[in-house]
């Protein structure tokens, strides 16, 4: 089991920031691909960011030059940067982590694709 614990969701005007955080740990740490997902009510879950063990990453179009995905390895935390925040951005927000070595493709965005999943935070932007 790999403990994924989320932090730094909230209440923010549209136009606003937050980082969120999800503090890991375990030795697969170096060899694993994280993300972040996120779940509005009555809406299926989506990727919005992924970091590879090797430091590359990819976006949903959608939040693409507003969000940033990042890693301390000394840490052993990800990172959401999200700027210029819109209603629309409004959900739950997951960390997301598979073992690199274990796995045939790369999950990128994909849901299924994760083996562990931490419990969430809310982020609410208001209009």
């Known amino acids: 089991q790999v403990p994924l614990v989320e932090s730094g969701g909230g209440s923010v005007p549209a136009g606003g920031s937050l980082r969120l955080s999800c503090a890991t740990s375990?030795?697969?740490?170096?060899?694993?691909?994280m993300a972040w997902f996120r779940q509005a009510p009555g809406k299926e879950r989506e990727g919005v960011a992924a970091?590879?063990?090797?430091?590359?990453?990819n976006y949903a179009a959608s939040v693409e030059g507003r969000f940033t995905i990042s890693k301390d390895d000394a840490k052993n935390t990800l990172y959401l940067q999200m700027n210029n925040l819109k209603p629309v951005d409004t959900a739950m927000y997951y960390c997301?982590?598979?073992?690199?070595?274990?796995?045939?493709?790369?999950?990128?965005?994909?849901?299924?694709?994760?083996?562990?999943w931490g419990q969430g935070t809310q982020v609410t932007v208001s209009s």
């Open positions: 970091i590879r063990s090797d430091g590359s990453t």
């Open positions: 997301a982590a598979v073992d690199g070595r274990i796995i045939r493709a790369d999950p990128a965005l994909n849901a299924r694709g994760y083996e562990y």
């Open positions: 375990g030795d697969s740490y170096s060899t694993r691909h």
